[in-house]
């Protein structure tokens, strides 16, 4: 303990504070066992299994039945926070198939479209309740200029895609170089039919700051009131677009200007400051570029520049983004990015149990995070943003050949994000907005399409699932289930056996849950502590294989089903089939 004190200084450390840092500690030992360090196999799980085991300590006082495999005990009192529905949002990035294709067909495309967007993608997307879309990258940003975008559409520039040196050759020509067609105005169109809240991210690489408050002019300035306003009415877009959310660059310690993060904290004050409001979009919501995975010297380094300015200066930033993906399927062989990566649809067991440890490392960084933050915003005014979040795989997988970074999203990336959602779930009181990577055609999509053809994905479904927490009460769900052991190449290896979140809505509550194991059904019993169960019923997504998934040819593959809940003396069983993704919701009384 001393030691702890000595790295963070006077602060001292509170319960929740040591349950964090022996959870960095977990994360530091996984990360020091798979780069292939001395720890030997046994000791890591020794030494993990001690580090977190405060966390596990409370013992439930509802009486369970013994013959259940696992319990899930829900604590109404314990309210974590209103679930905000933007952190279920989205991410469409510049890049190869997603814009040209996936999103924008085109007015006079035999594709049924509004105005040029895919018609389908829209209809899917309001069924998902999608709250935020950010655009236009990812890295694309940072070569973006807006004005490129408005203005007539024979009028705009065709300009080298920031993507065009990893498209293939026989890559469509609005994939290497972009033609503008789809800007600001067909965003926010986009953003309008689905009923989602736009988010851009500024160019802070390569454009003067003078252009982004341009940007927010344009979009937000009223109608008659400035020239940018009547360029946009010229567009047939009277009415400002309100853009609350803008990203202030993207990746800035990488290809958003490979920065240090005190210099990027001088670039963050600088763009920022005095960026003009509008009466419809008066608070402005900026997000600093924020770190990779756990470079917690980045978050340390961007906000002790930044208040060294003076400590109101964290009133100027929304969120600080978080970018985590999941893509080191190695088993400990390498860290390597290219070499590392594992395969979108041949896997096996291992493979699928690798992913999962992976993307779990992600309450981890919140909570790291989150404290690195509160040394610097103890008022915890700055919300962590995590918005690229996802598996990333090697190619090979994509539905469309030669489209870059699209995979083909299995049971596995259901699995991944439903359990990546109820981590975002347990913490609303620190993420303010997630945005999965990406929406459709790149990575952990929800949608696939190519010309007229079209599809939701197991991700997309699991979002469908998930809809139902939007704007409810995250309460306390403890889940308790026998840990699933493998193993790993010859050393055993383990991990949880069922994990979720709970929300109430009124008189309802709505448990979403992950059962992991590739082979075992689960049996839960479910008791809320303050209220009875007086009904129950469920909708699962799994699937015949662990390698199930939608295609163009087989689109219901893997898709949502209803199951039963039994409700008894109350409380409730269900059964959690092998590898899936379940939401679960309890009339209570
Ligand atoms: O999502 C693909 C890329 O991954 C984004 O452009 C970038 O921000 C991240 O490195």
Same mark, same amino acid.
């Given at each position: 303990m001393r030691a702890l004190s000595r790295k963070h200084g006077n602060k001292s450390l509170n319960f929740s504070d040591e349950v964090l840092i022996k959870s960095l500690a977990v994360v530091r030992r996984l990360k020091e066992f798979e780069s292939g360090g001395t720890m030997k196999r046994r000791e890591f799980l020794r030494g993990t299994a001690a580090a977190a085991g405060c966390v596990w300590a409370y013992s439930p006082k509802l009486a369970f039945s013994q013959s259940a495999d696992a319990r899930i005990e829900v604590?109404?009192?314990e309210r974590l926070g209103t679930i905000s529905p933007n952190i279920y949002g989205h991410f469409a990035e510049n890049l190869s198939g997603v814009i040209y294709d996936g999103i924008w067909v085109g007015e006079n495309s035999k594709v049924p479209n509004i105005g040029g967007i895919?018609?389908?993608?829209?209809?899917?997307?309001?069924k998902i309740k999608a709250p935020v879309v950010r655009f236009p990258g990812g890295c694309f940003a940072d070569s973006y200029d807006w004005r490129d975008g408005i203005g007539p559409v024979d009028k705009r520039p065709r300009r080298t895609n920031f993507w065009n040196g990893g498209e293939a050759a026989s890559a469509p020509d609005a994939h290497r170089y972009d033609p503008n067609r789809f800007g600001t105005n067909e965003f926010a169109h986009f953003c309008q039919l689905i009923g989602a809240q736009p988010y851009l991210a500024a160019n802070l690489r390569s454009l003067p700051a003078e252009q982004f408050y341009r940007w927010v002019e344009y979009c937000n300035s009223p109608a008659g009131s400035t020239s940018l306003a009547d360029e946009r009415s010229a567009a047939g877009y009277k009415d400002p677009f309100n853009v609350r959310y803008w990203g202030v660059g993207?990746?800035?310690? !990488?290809?958003?200007?490979?920065?240090?993060?005190?210099e990027y904290a001088v670039e963050y004050r600088r763009f920022t400051a005095w960026v003009p409001s509008y009466p419809n979009a008066?608070?402005?919501?900026?997000v600093a570029s924020g770190p990779n995975d756990d470079r917690w010297d980045w978050t340390r380094g961007f906000l002790?520049?930044?208040v060294r300015k003076g400590k109101g200066e964290v009133n100027n930033i929304y969120g600080l983004a978080l970018h985590y993906y999941a893509w080191n399927l190695s088993r400990g062989k390498t860290n390597d990015w290219e070499k590392g990566k594992g395969d979108a649809v041949n896997f096996d067991a291992i493979d699928w149990y690798e992913l999962l440890r992976q993307g779990d490392v992600m309450e981890?960084?919140?909570k790291g995070h989150w404290l690195a933050m !509160?040394?610097?915003?103890?008022e915890h005014h700055i919300k962590l943003v995590v918005d690229e979040w996802g598996p990333w795989y090697k190619p090979g997988s994509e539905l469309t050949p030669g489209d870059q970074l699209e995979q083909l999203p299995t049971l596995r990336d259901a699995v991944f994000s439903g359990m990546t959602l109820d981590t975002f779930n347990r913490h609303p009181d620190k993420v303010g907005i997630g945005c999965c990577a990406q929406l459709i055609n790149c990575l952990n999509s929800l949608y696939l399409a190519h010309e007229d053809r079209f599809c939701v994905t197991p991700v997309g479904y699991t979002f469908a699932l998930y809809a139902a927490h939007q704007s409810g009460q995250a309460v306390r769900a403890d889940f308790s289930a026998p840990s699933i052991h493998y193993d790993r190449d010859g050393n055993p290896a383990s991990f949880w056996g069922l994990q979720g979140s709970a929300s109430l809505h009124d008189k309802q509550l709505v448990v979403t849950a992950v059962n992991p194991s590739v082979k075992d059904a689960l049996e839960a019993q479910i008791a809320v502590r303050g209220a009875r169960i007086s009904s129950g019923e469920a909708s699962v997504l799994t699937g015949s294989d662990i390698h199930a998934r939608n295609t163009f040819e087989q689109r219901q593959s893997v898709v949502p089903k209803p199951s039963q809940v039994r409700?008894?003396?109350?409380?409730a069983v269900f059964r959690f089939p092998a590898a899936s993704v379940a939401k679960l919701t309890l009339q209570l009384a």
């Open positions: 604590l109404l009192e895919r018609k389908e993608l829209v209809d899917e997307m309001r993207n990746e800035s310690w !990488g290809c958003g200007g490979n920065f240090t993060p005190q008066k608070d402005l919501s900026f002790e520049e930044i981890s960084l919140i !509160g040394e610097f915003d103890p409700v008894d003396n109350g409380s």
